[in-house]
């Protein structure tokens, strides 16, 4: 085990970003077009960070598998995007931002970070409004706001039900004029399938386009990961189909950490499934729940439909436990709170696998109008999919997987442990600890790639004036192609019986029940036996048919699955390690007596990282402890 | 339910298509368009046969990323709803279903019912943005915009570029999303400093690649997104008006 | 990369006047149709309007005839205000069908691989979809009716009949006044969009007055139309003689 040196800058937290920015080397503005840079991914992270690092006048390589830089998962989130602007005067500040996240976080993230991420979340705002982000606002033409995700503050900033789209679509098109203005090359269609490591520092990658099948070596002085999240790790989550992690995996098996990877997140208000070959859970926005009463009925019988059911016979469980947050309290509390009331029997709907939703009480106090107006395309979306009126029958909810705090390791510079590789958005684990509040991912991407990785990347490139980028040609790069394509024949070359997919259902139910909302040793060692065995069937019995030189989605799924039997074995190894309950991590051997999480700081106040070793099921441990001066830990408590 | 499905297939870009029938069987009425034909894929898959390549993503009506003509319509029958938002209680138990791929120049089919839709990205790098540097922007309450001029430009924000539009006109054209984009911007105070050089650019990609309005209204209606053709009448006026500016300023 | 259909109006470089340029592009073509469409709207409908007088007889419809050949005389010389306005209705006519085929052409090549299975269509209406086709039939509509009412080449009266006297002529052979009426349903059907599309043309576009546009549309095309189907219908009925 190392210590890991996550390059905390000295000094009091509120100047630690500051300071650090006038310590950091800088590239001259004549100099910087003699880098390169390498970005994968085009959600908000990448997008914002090529448009940036473009602007500065770097010379940038963005890559994205989609068709279009604004097909990024980003573009789904539905809520908001919070900052510190105090807008509506009630007691916000870019530290209780901090401390809020931190809280939320349940005190496993790095306060340095946390902060500068609240110091920079207002410059977030400013730039998205001046690029056109249509906010939602007021009627006196300023700036409207909402509470979101258990925060006591207004400071969610949101664009209808489309906040994730119009923040992506301000940051697409800021790439898009660095694209025209030749500053930044974009290459769509391309899945980047290894990261090349030479000298121990990142030189570059391999990518495959997904058209026409060509293997590409594209090199650079640095290389920035902003390919989002692994929840669908689990087969079925909110994220979209083709969210995966195997830029991050693939990086961490050439020696970037991998740090708390069991740190997911689930969201409470997703639509239940409606039958077992479902493939994608979607989610109503958690704004749903500032005006929605969440219940179930008392007797596990009931047959009454919900309009019938007398409010005597109605266990109002969130306003019950948690009177003041009561509909409101964080994503994993209510998403536990939900999974004891439907494993006691009290589900709703045909396959009693969701809670209601319900919004008869604000219908009645502000009228059908008002809730139109705020909910109203939320509901025809779920009108759509369940063919239910929520107007009139309450909505039925579920939780599912969402997000994950998880991810590549990096220190304050968003470098992780390869020098040279950068992680930013989703795909690192930096600032949300083990639970992101609602509406931070958002803040977090553009955080990171607006405002922090411009800078500190130049930190990395400085010292390198003059020295050229790793050739092409070189025999790394010859060798992690050789991995590629070799991996290629060989899914297309086995006579396989079963579909990608299969697996991949397989995958997700194992990690559902072992390593999901609740988690305890026995169900971890369970799937830590499961998983690697129906992986060694998946290596040889998967079954992709068609070519390598063409579009071939089996042939793009084969490989994320196949990173995500990997990580999946890393995750619930991180789950068992971690001795304690703590936001989305819920070992049901540490809890209180009413049920609450029960956090270890004294043992667990750490970050977890792990280093791939080459055998997927031995991998090493290292710890960064977790130092905080500015906020005291106690218990959440959210009664 | 069960239905018969005339699917288009072709091997590749420069590959003759054609249709060929499947049948989805035992589907259920509550799962969407896209698990129905993840369902006809599982069981083409088992056979030996290579999947049928279709666009998706999100699957949540946002990314833009499906398409399917459906029977003749673009994003099929239900109105202002994304092939994936499509579900089957749509159809009746029988039914035939006729899928095509989007059809435009500006979009070459690649395989299958995937196109290729990069002119949109080339429509929006002539000049649908603002010009702002990272950082350099003031506060944001500083320019008070009215309520209505915010929503006016959500609504046409709203697009998602999965290019119905082109695929449902008549003539081929871009129109919808094209102006959607321009009166995004060019309603907002913000966007009024480029207003004219990005009508101008922004239209004059798209007549690269596009077919020109004959005010058909077909693009409304297959619009998953509802925007309003409202929207193409303020381009016109504004490409007018450009016209005329640019060349005076030129 | 997705396939080009044209090089654009972006791609000439040099920059000619305000309208060679905006002509260059499918939205200037467009502003042509819809101008020179409003031409041809006010001309028919004074046309109209003006054969109304064949309900009062000969020698009224003959003076009005007569009149139009007099305007501004003796200001300018005689028929010239006419020819003026012949000139005007010619250049419009020119402008409407190039602009016309030139838009069509590029619509053409924006699909040149058809969909291969049926289209449905849920708001672009025949009208809509027919405007090339009714555009033509009146086209050549007018071609036989300048032959037949103007020039008399072909009108069944003998030579130096009067105006009135070859309407008359003209529409009591029942095949004559069939082709009238065909021809005028066309027009009809091709004012019903044309009307309706130049708002979205010219971009004239207000929320509260767009709900407006169809009622004209219908209104102008029923009163230009019924007034004109009425003329061969009198005189096959014997309103007229
Ligand atoms: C339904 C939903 C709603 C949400 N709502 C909110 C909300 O209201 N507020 C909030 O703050 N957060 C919300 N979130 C979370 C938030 O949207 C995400 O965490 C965030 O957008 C992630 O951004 P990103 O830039 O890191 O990654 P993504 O947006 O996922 O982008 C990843 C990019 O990487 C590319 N990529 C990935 N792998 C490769 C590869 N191997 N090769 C090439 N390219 C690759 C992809 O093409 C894509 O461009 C929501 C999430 C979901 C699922
Ligand atoms: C007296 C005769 C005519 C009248 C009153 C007339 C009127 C109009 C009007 C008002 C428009 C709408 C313009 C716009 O949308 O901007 C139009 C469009 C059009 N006209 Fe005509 N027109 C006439 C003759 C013709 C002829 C002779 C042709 C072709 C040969 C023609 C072909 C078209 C076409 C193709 C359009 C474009 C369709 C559209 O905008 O939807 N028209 N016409
Ligand atoms: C049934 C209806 C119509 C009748 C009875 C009618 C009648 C006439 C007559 C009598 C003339 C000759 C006028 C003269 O020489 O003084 C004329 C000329 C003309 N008509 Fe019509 N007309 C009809 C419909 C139309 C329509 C629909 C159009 C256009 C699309 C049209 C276009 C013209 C034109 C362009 C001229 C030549 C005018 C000139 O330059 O002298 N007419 N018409
Ligand atoms: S305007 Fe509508 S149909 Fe066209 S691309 Fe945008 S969302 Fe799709
Ligand atoms: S359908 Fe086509 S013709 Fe115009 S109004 Fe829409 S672009
Ligand atoms: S898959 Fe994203 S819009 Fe349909």
Known sequence: MTVLDSRIPDGPLETKWEDHKFSMKLVNPNNKRKFDIIIVGTGLAGASAAATLGELGYRVKVFTFHDSARRAHSIAAQGGINAAKNYHGDGDSVFRLFYDTVKGGDYRSREANVYRLAEVSNNIIDQCVAQGVPFAREYGGLLDNRSFGGAQVSRTFYARGQTGQQLLLGAYQALSRQVKAGTVELVTNAEMLELVVVDGKAAGIITRDLVTGRIERHSAHATVLGTGGYSNAYYLSTNAMTCNVTAAWRAHRKGAYFANPSFTQIHPTAIPSSDEFQSKLTLMSESLRNDGRIWVPNDPDESRAPGDIPESDRDYYLERKYPSFGNLAPRDISSRAAKVVVDEGKGVGPLKNGVYLDFADAIQRLGKDAVADKYGNLFEMYERITGENPYEVPMRIYPALHYTMGGLWVDYHLQTTIPGLFAIGEANFSDHGANRLGASALMQGLADGYFVLPYTIGDYLAPMLGQSKVDTSASEFAEAEAAVTGQIDKWLGQKGTRSVDWYHRELGKIMWDYCGMERTQQGLEKALSEIPALKEEFDTNVRVLGSADTINSSLEKVGRVADFFELGELMCRDALVREESCGGHFRAEHQTEDGEALRDDDNFAHVTAWEWTGDASNPNEHREQLEFDAVQLSTRSYK | MNLTLRVWRQAGPDAPGRFETYQAADISPDSSFLEMLDLVNEGLIEQGEEPIEFMHDCREGICGTCGIMINGQAHGPASQTATCQLHMRTFSDGDELVLEPWRASGFPVLKDLVVDRSAFDHIVEAGGYVTVDTGSAPDANLIPIPKDTADLAMDAAACIGCGACVAACPNGAAQLFTSAKIAHLNSLPQGQAERYQRTESMVDVMEEYFGSCTNMGECEAACPKGISIDFIAMMNKDYRKAKFQNRRSA | ?241
């Open chain 3, 1 to 241: 990369m997705a396939t080009k259909v044209s090089d654009g109006p972006g791609a000439a470089t040099r920059r000619a006047p305000f309208v060679v340029e905006l002509y260059r592009s499918a939205l200037g073509k467009k502003y042509v149709m819809a101008i020179t469409g409003i031409v041809f709207m006010g001309y028919v409908l004074a046309h109209m309007l003006g054969n109304l007088k064949l309900y009062q007889g000969a020698e009224e419809f003959n003076e009005y005839a007569e009149f139009l050949r007099q305007l501004l005389y003796p200001i300018l010389p005689e028929s010239a205000t006419l020819n003026i306005l012949r000139l005007v209705l010619l250049l419009s006519l020119v402008g409407h069908v190039v602009a016309a085929a030139q838009l069509t052409a590029m619509n053409r090549k924006a699909r040149p691989e058809r969909y291969q299975g049926k289209r449905d269509y849920v708001v672009a209406d025949f009208a809509a979809r027919t405007m090339r086709w009714t555009g033509v039939i009146v086209l050549l509509f007018l071609v036989y009716h300048l032959a037949d009412l103007t020039w008399g080449w072909v009108n069944p009266a003998p030579e130096g009949a009067s105006v009135y006297d070859k309407v008359i002529a003209s529409f009591s052979v029942p095949a004559i006044s069939a082709f009238y009426l065909a021809a005028n349903l066309a027009l009809g059907v091709h004012l019903y969009h044309g009307v309706w599309s130049l708002f979205q043309s010219m971009g004239w576009n207000n929320r509260r007055f767009n709900h407006w546009r169809r009622t004209l549309a219908i209104g102008f095309t029923v009163v230009v139309v019924g007034g004109n189907l009425s003329f061969p219908i009198a005189v096959l009925t014997g309103i007229i003689d």
